[in-house]
């Protein structure tokens, strides 16, 4: 039985993860930490939980994580960086939700999330927590950063069509859309009923954190430049994400699909949908399922490629999951069965 910790339990994020380890065959939480509720029962602040589990919240301690065998944090950037090498010098494996470890270039990450990162050398040790990218390096890591959810929406969408050069590269167009449990539990007025309920905007249009983790991403899947618009939207709507993605086929005649196939066909967790279906969020709510579905434009100039992931699932908590079951040799799905909810 794996020994599970969580730094940051009290955040969606936090709260997916216990919901998901909660069933899982082959895990433990024996940790979860929080400063501001330290000794409250957890079930008491999560009466979905309620009678399914005897854990308290405790604030963040070497006593209580020392006896993990794995630690996830799930909490706001920063924080990850300065808990990991200690964890990591007691042979305790880590998984960071966060954003510390995902941007490879240490200059790049401090100037999109202004502050300096002061464990620059875990930056050598760390992979990039992409099962369907990096798998063989998964299995023998100690330190994995967690992708962020638009990242793996859109990566997922344009894996095969970047590893068979089939796209021109100066001109990707990823057209994104979250539900509000993006933007996180904090209070906040933009994320407020009244302010996100019946409407839709584009926000960060200047520049999303998640931008330079997807162009390091697709530029090491093409190994060259690549150009990229990343444009996100918020929706009414509580989880998922959908991206719509626009690229330029290098011969418009090619038929992408059995690409697609080919690429996807033992990977557990990525549907591809037949002609003439498209995706929907609902369809992955609750679940680790990425469903991808490609479309060429009326004129036949474009390809549209579309991306639909649950944020909190496989954007988040259940990846992390699916990368502590790759780390420690377990059967990949294991607690990742359940498939999307309807309606």
Not at 89 to 106: Q, T
């Amino acid at each position: 039985m794996i020994k599970v910790g969580i730094i940051g339990g009290t955040g969606y994020t936090g709260i997916e993860l216990l919901r998901i380890l909660h069933g899982h065959p082959n895990a433990d939480v024996v940790s979860i930490s929080s400063r501001s509720l330290d000794g409250k029962r957890v079930d008491e602040v999560f009466p979905s939980l309620k009678n399914q589990t005897d854990l308290c919240f405790s604030s963040p301690s070497a006593e209580e994580t020392k006896k993990c065998d794995v630690v996830f944090f799930a909490t706001p950037h920063g924080v990850a960086m300065e808990g990991a090498s200690e964890l990591l010098s007691e042979g305790i494996k880590v998984i960071d939700l966060g954003a510390d470890f995902r941007i490879s270039d240490n200059k790049v990450w401090s100037e999109w999330y202004g502050m300096d990162h002061t464990k620059t050398d875990l930056l050598k040790e760390v992979v990039y927590g992409l099962p369907e990218n990096y798998r063989d390096e998964i299995k023998s890591a100690n330190l994995v950063a967690n992708p962020g959810c638009y990242p793996t929406s859109v990566q997922l969408a344009l894996k095969p069509l970047i590893e068979n050069e089939l796209i021109h590269l100066d001109n990707i167009i990823a057209d994104c859309k979250s539900g509000v449990s993006g933007a996180g539990r904090g209070a906040n007025q933009a994320t407020l009923l009244c302010e996100t309920s019946e409407t839709f905007k584009a926000y960060a249009v200047g520049g999303h954190r998640h931008y330079p983790e997807i162009k390091q991403e697709l530029e090491n899947m093409a190994g060259q430049k690549v150009g990229l618009t990343f444009i996100p939207h918020l929706t009414p709507m509580i989880r998922g994400i959908h991206s719509t993605i626009y690229v330029d086929l290098i011969d418009k005649n090619t038929d992408v699909l059995p690409y697609f196939l080919k690429t996807y066909s033992n990977e557990p967790f990525v549907t591809i949908l037949s002609e003439g279906e498209f995706p929907e969020t609902r369809s992955v709510k609750s679940s680790n399922f990425c469903q991808i579905a490609i479309q060429k434009s009326a004129d036949n100039e474009k390809l549209v490629i579309m991306s639909v992931i649950d944020n909190l699932v496989k954007g988040a908590s259940g990846q992390a999951v699916q990368n502590m079951n790759i780390m420690f040799g377990l059967e990949e799905t294991m607690g990742l069965e359940s498939i999307g909810l309807l309606p």
